[in-house]
């Protein structure tokens, strides 16, 4: 059966990392071999590429290095989706990022503090799209003036001058998307008592 040419880049690439790792680690030839049962030639020529690896003397190798089989055949791993992430004082706010690609719209979970609801206005590159979870929003957005509620959404070009905080009663909780080179986010909100507006 024919590789393909993906299979024959893997499988030249594991001689290489085989002789790194042992190195790496400080073994000899001759060790590896009393380790493995595997005589020093073949294990010379595994490392050299003039060998094709198969199972059964990976196998042992990785045993006697103590690593997972992967690590010698190079196999991708799968990254944890789950994002590990500590909260941070920003403005005085409580930010959570929910995200951790910096190439890509950036998600945050906001905890605003009643204290802060005194507007100050900026404007930047960008489009942000945000939803209150709890608490009342105050948003200013050019010359809007809006008070938002839980289960509401905003949607806006963050090069109008915004702000948006608390309204004085309470803290607000929101989530928060932001495209730092005003990429559009894909849902979309409502005013209260506006008709939706056609994507």
Do not use: C, K
């Not at 073994?27 to 020093?40: F, H, K």
């Not at 990976?58 to 992967?70: C, E, G, K, S, Y």
Request: positive net charge; charged residues 25%.
């Amino acid at each position: 059966m024919e590789h393909s040419a993906a299979t024959d880049r893997l499988l030249a690439e594991i001689g290489p990392r085989l002789r790194r790792v042992r190195v790496r680690r400080d073994v000899t030839l001759a060790s590896l071999s009393q380790a493995t049962g595997i005589s020093t030639s073949t294990l010379s020529r595994l490392e050299s590429g003039r060998r094709r690896p198969s199972l059964e003397l990976l196998l042992p190798i990785a045993r006697a290095h103590q690593i997972p089989l992967d690590e010698l055949v190079g196999a991708a791993e799968t990254e944890d989706p789950r994002v590990r992430v500590s909260p941070r004082s920003v403005n005085g706010m409580t930010v959570l990022p929910l995200s951790r690609r910096p190439d890509r719209q950036h998600a945050y979970r906001m905890v605003i503090p009643s204290s802060r609801f005194v507007p100050e206005p900026s404007a930047h590159e960008g489009h942000e799209w945000l939803y209150v979870l709890s608490g009342r929003l105050r948003l200013l957005l050019a010359e809007q003036d809006v008070v938002m509620n839980p289960g509401e959404a905003a949607e806006f070009d963050t090069r109008l001058p915004h702000w948006f905080g608390s309204t004085g009663e309470g803290a607000v909780e929101i989530l928060s998307l932001f495209g730092s080179h005003g990429e559009r986010v894909h849902l979309r909100g409502r005013a209260r008592g506006d008709r939706e507006r056609p994507a």
